[in-house]
């Protein structure tokens, strides 16, 4: 029989850990993200991938909370404000044709303006919500370019704009978009009769639900587009590789063009229809989207080459965001240091 000297016997104990002793998690990010998934006051989807495939996916809830018919990953959501990159997608892809130019007046794209902000204001202005537009027929709120308010009128007037060039619908672009990205699920909420789109609710302080009904009412263009946690992640990944705009442009979406106090990020720099810490383009990079009733978040982060979807039709508390959106910004803070 071999007889181990001491000190080698202490050396292989050291070596391969107590015969007890747990080895350590490799896979801690997929712990807590399931974690985060079994919150109790969780209802929704969240989807992580890289590249084209799928790291993670937890599917939580009712799409139905009266009739307790529960998600699936197929099921749609209205996305809020993610709507805007979209948006602005569709102006590059026109500036690319050189069919725009971004620094023009948006008085030569829509002549019948006779407010007289609109030989000032600029199709970069509405791009970055750098504009100073409240109402259409309001003077400016401030000169063009020197402060950020945030505003879904500017990306309608951008929706207009693309209309009038291309002389189609907002409905036919956007649709032809989606063709190409081949985001099936995803479209303009007058586009057809609607199948899988989850019923939304807002949950009052004493954590009743009450149903939304007019969560598909919001401007399209600003916040009103459909789509499934699978699209998004096809939407993101098509954009981010260069496949749905040039590189050039992608990093014109991504430049900080100004400075935002958001509700739930803090100090925020906004692009073109995306959003980022100061200094993170290269780190985090995508937008929240909040309608009554739907809370998402869609996130890419460029070194690991991570995309993160998470979608919610039971929003919290929507007067205090940062409850709302304590999901998503709980499940971003795990992929930003994976």
Request: net charge negative.
């Amino acid at each position: 029989m071999l007889i181990l000297s001491p000190i080698l016997s202490l050396i292989i104990m050291l070596h391969i850990g107590h015969p007890f002793q747990a080895m350590p998690e490799t896979n801690d990010w997929k712990h807590r993200l399931d974690s985060l998934s079994h919150s109790k006051d969780f209802n929704g989807v969240i989807m992580l991938a890289q590249g084209d495939s799928v790291l993670f996916r937890a599917v939580r809830g009712y799409a139905d909370l009266s009739m307790k018919r529960e998600l699936k990953a197929t099921d749609r959501f209205v996305i809020g404000s993610i709507s805007k990159q979209i948006t602005a997608v569709l102006i590059m892809k026109l500036i690319e044709k050189t069919e725009i130019d971004p620094h023009d007046r948006i008085s030569r794209y829509l002549p019948e303006l006779n407010q007289s902000w609109a030989d000032t204001v600029t199709v970069h202005h509405l791009l970055s919500h750098t504009h100073g537009i409240a109402e259409m027929d309001a003077p400016l709120q401030f000169e063009p370019g020197s402060q950020f308010q945030y505003s879904q009128l500017g990306y309608e007037l951008l929706a207009v704009i693309a209309e009038r060039i291309t002389q189609q619908s907002f409905e036919e672009l956007s649709t032809q978009l989606f063709r190409e990205a081949e985001m099936p699920e995803t479209m303009h909420p007058t586009n057809r009769t609607f199948l899988n789109l989850v019923k939304a609710y807002t949950t009052a302080e004493d954590g009743s639900a009450h149903l939304e009904t007019n969560s598909l009412m919001y401007d399209v263009a600003a916040g009103g587009f459909v789509s499934t946690a699978q699209d998004l992640l096809q939407w993101t990944r098509l954009l981010q590789t260069g496949r749905l705009i040039k590189e050039a442009s992608l990093q014109k979406m991504i430049r900080p063009y100004a400075l935002r106090n958001h509700p739930v990020l803090g100090a925020l720099n906004y692009g073109y229809g995306l959003t980022f810490l100061p200094g993170e383009e290269s780190v985090q990079v995508g937008a929240f989207g909040y309608v009554p009733g739907f809370a998402s978040a869609c996130f890419y982060y460029p070194e690991g080459k991570y995309t993160l979807v998470v979608l919610e039709n039971v929003a919290k508390t929507p007067e205090r965001f940062k409850n709302t959106f304590s999901i998503h910004t709980k499940a971003m803070e795990i992929v930003k240091h994976m």
